[in-house]
C-alpha cells in the first residue's frame, strides 16, 4: 500500500483484517494517524510508523511499531504484544481478559490500563516505566 507522510489512514474490517506491508506515514509534528480496526484477527507483518495510532482488536495483537503516541482497545480476550523501537506514550490500553506484554528501546508511558488484564510485562531496555492509572 502506497503512503506518505502526514497522511490520515483507516483501515477496518468487521472480520479479519491482514496488512502484509509496513505502513509508514510518518512520526513527530508533521506525522500523519493510522487507525487500524478487525472484529476478530489483526494481523500485522510490517511495522506500523504514525505519529498517532489507535488499533481495535477482537483476537491476539502484536504490534512492531514507531509511533509517537497509541491507543488499544481489545473488544475480545485476546493478548496484547507491543514491540517499539523508541519511547512509546499509550493513551489508554483497554483489556478484555488477555495478556499484556510491551517492550520499547526507550521509555513506556501508559495514561491508562482499564478493563481485566491477565499478565502485565513492560519491559524498556534503556528507559523508565510510568503508569498513570490501573
Same mark, same amino acid.
Given at each position: 500500500?502506497?503512503?506518505?507522510?502526514?497522511?490520515? =489512514? $483507516?483501515?477496518?474490517?468487521?472480520?479479519?483484517?491482514?496488512?502484509?506491508?509496513?505502513?509508514?506515514?510518518?512520526?513527530?509534528?508533521?506525522?500523519?494517524?493510522?487507525? !487500524?480496526?478487525?472484529?476478530?484477527? &489483526? $494481523?500485522?507483518?510490517?511495522? !506500523? $510508523? +504514525?505519529?498517532?495510532?489507535?488499533?481495535?482488536?477482537?483476537?491476539?495483537?502484536?504490534?512492531? #511499531?514507531?509511533? @509517537? $503516541? &497509541?491507543?488499544?482497545?481489545?473488544?475480545?480476550?485476546?493478548? &496484547?504484544?507491543?514491540?517499539?523501537?523508541?519511547?512509546?506514550?499509550?493513551?489508554?490500553?483497554?483489556?478484555?481478559?488477555?495478556? =499484556?506484554?510491551?517492550? +520499547?528501546?526507550?521509555?513506556?508511558?501508559?495514561?491508562?490500563?482499564?478493563? #481485566?488484564?491477565? =499478565?502485565? #510485562?513492560?519491559?524498556?531496555? #534503556?528507559?523508565? =516505566?510510568?503508569? @498513570?492509572?490501573?
Amino acid at each position: 500500500m502506497d503512503v506518505h507522510a502526514g497522511e490520515s =489512514i $483507516t483501515l477496518a474490517a468487521g472480520r479479519d483484517l491482514i496488512v502484509v506491508s509496513d505502513l509508514n506515514v510518518g512520526s513527530g509534528s508533521t506525522g500523519g494517524t493510522l487507525n !487500524l480496526s478487525a472484529g476478530h484477527a &489483526l $494481523t500485522v507483518g510490517g511495522t !506500523l $510508523t +504514525a505519529h498517532d495510532l489507535k488499533v481495535s482488536s477482537g483476537d491476539d495483537l502484536t504490534l512492531k #511499531t514507531s509511533v @509517537d $503516541t &497509541l491507543s488499544v482497545e481489545m473488544t475480545g480476550a485476546g493478548n &496484547l504484544t507491543i514491540f517499539e523501537s523508541g519511547d512509546l506514550s499509550i493513551s489508554s490500553l483497554v483489556m478484555r481478559g488477555g495478556n =499484556i506484554t510491551i517492550q +520499547a528501546d526507550g521509555n513506556v508511558s501508559i495514561g491508562s490500563i482499564t478493563g #481485566t488484564a491477565g =499478565i502485565v #510485562t513492560i519491559v524498556s531496555k #534503556t528507559g523508565s =516505566i510510568v503508569i @498513570d492509572n490501573m
